[in-house]
């Protein structure tokens, strides 16, 4: 039986607070409240929910390559690396993949907790469409998995790079982008 899971990418409070090399994803508000609505009707239809968030040290903050491109974000025991509560994280049901990079996949479990799950196609949601989410989607892609972004559930501080993304990953990724009413919509119809 192939299955359908639902990635959320970086939806971690540091991500909603600006910072000197880390300006906030535009449109938050909607963001929050339709990746909500989709991680509701994701565990009412029994599709798994993972979470691929960042996750660092304190100790990693001066040496870690990421913190030479950004302000330090998602250390390890502080509330901003906490995934956003409106999103109500169910530690019974749903998954959390750590990362270290802006790959979900890279040198981590994802792979693994999928393949375990029969996971065919993934359904993408985050922070920073045009890093963090479009390099997730590359490395479901570069394993096999079909993939489905959810345009109004993933956003980026720039509008026009949100948009180029989406664009970069149907071209070379064969992705298929779609709002949140309309996959919603294909889980009542089934």
Not at 41 to 50: D, H, L, M, Q
Not at 64 to 81: N, Q, V
Not at 109 to 122: A, F
Request: aromatic share 8%; glycine share 4%; with cysteine.
């Amino acid at each position: 039986m192939t299955r359908t899971a639902l990635l959320v990418v970086d939806m971690l409070t540091d991500f909603f607070i600006a910072k000197p090399g880390l300006p906030v994803p535009v449109r938050m508000a909607p963001l929050v409240a339709n990746t909500q609505k989709v991680c509701r009707k994701a565990r009412e239809n029994g599709i798994p929910v993972v979470f691929a968030n960042d996750n660092f040290q304190k100790t990693e903050v001066p040496i870690d390559r990421h913190f030479k491109l950004s302000s330090p974000h998602a250390i390890i025991g502080t509330e901003e690396a906490l995934i956003v509560k409106d999103l109500e994280y169910d530690e019974d049901r749903d998954f959390i993949v750590t990362k270290k990079m802006y790959d979900g996949f890279y040198n981590t479990r994802m792979d693994s907790i999928l393949r375990e799950l029969d996971v065919k196609t993934c359904v993408v949601t985050g922070t920073w469409t045009n890093a963090c989410v479009q390099h997730t989607v590359m490395g479901a892609w570069c394993r096999g998995y079909d993939v489905i972004v959810l345009k109004d559930c993933c956003s980026c501080p720039d509008e026009k790079e949100h948009e180029h993304a989406l664009a970069y990953m149907k071209q070379f990724y064969g992705t298929e982008a779609m709002d949140s009413a309309t996959w919603i919509a294909q889980l009542d119809a089934k």
